[in-house]
């Protein structure tokens, strides 16, 4: 695609800031900054990986991981503001099942060793992650304040704070999942990822690019799944204090 092809995908843009305007939405500086901000963001990635795949340096491909996971943590963190050590604990969270994710693909050779595969796949599930994270902070945080009394029952009837969150924690872990399960029902169906019809345009084997599809949808799935059962373990001692009173979301500084 030439730059001047491009460069027509903004009539899009500027038919939404129009019927922003129209509608006196106040949406039009929205769209502005993020389009200028996805343009550049994505520009900018292109040229780094450009330049990485070449290298095929171990260290580079470590660091740009590295800096997503730590983006990806910040960003979902902000989901629980006031939550003291968050962020670390996505963090945690996130890297584990990056590890794990890249040590099944790489160890069983479903994937070639190489940074054009492993940054890829790991932005993506990375990614994921971060979305599961923010839909399970938010989601355990609404959950408290519904079942505060529920909670507090049980541990003045000397139940550890793990017990009393257990059904809270469930149910977190359920709805942080909800997306990415009614993804995989519909896939093929109702969407054709981005990731296949790439594939599709760029002139490779629909078969092909169904394979790679699967790929990912698996990992994805897998990626939510870890990510939001260990955040589960290690979030919901944040709202607790030392001596087990339950510190409701609002009111933590």
Do not use: C
């Not at 040229?47 to 991981?65: G, K, N």
């Not at 999942?177 to 990731?195: N, R």
């Not at 373990?233 to 709202?239: A, G, I, N, S, T």
């Amino acid at each position: 695609m030439s730059l001047t092809a491009l460069s027509f995908t903004l009539l899009f843009v500027l038919g939404t800031m129009l019927v922003s305007i129209w509608q006196k939405l106040g949406l039009e500086k929205d769209i502005a900054i993020g389009t200028i901000r996805s343009a550049v963001q994505l520009l900018a990635v292109g040229y780094v990986l450009q330049f990485i795949f070449r290298a095929e340096h171990a260290a580079f491909v470590v660091l740009i991981i590295i800096f997503m996971i730590s983006v990806a943590s910040w960003n979902a963190a902000k989901r629980g503001k006031g939550l003291p050590g968050l962020v670390w604990r996505i963090a945690v969270a996130i890297t584990a099942m990056e590890l794990l994710m890249m040590g099944v693909l790489l160890g069983l050779h479903i994937i070639e060793p190489t940074a054009q595969y492993i940054i890829p796949i790991s932005g993506m599930t990375i990614g994921s992650a971060m979305v599961v994270s923010g839909l399970f902070i938010n989601h355990i945080k609404h959950e408290i304040q519904r079942n505060k009394g529920e909670i507090e029952t049980l541990l003045a009837m000397g139940a550890t704070a793990g017990q009393a969150m257990q059904e809270v924690r469930a149910r977190a872990v359920k709805f942080s999942m909800i997306p990415t399960i009614d993804g995989m029902k519909t896939v093929g169906l109702v969407q054709l990822p981005g990731m296949m019809t790439g594939m599709i345009i760029a002139g490779a084997d629909p078969v092909v690019a169904v394979r790679y599809q699967i790929l990912i949808v698996f990992s994805f799935t897998a990626s939510a799944a870890i990510t939001s059962m260990l955040l589960s373990v290690l979030v919901y001692r944040l709202f607790f204090t030392a001596n087990l009173r339950l510190k409701l979301p609002e009111t933590i500084n």
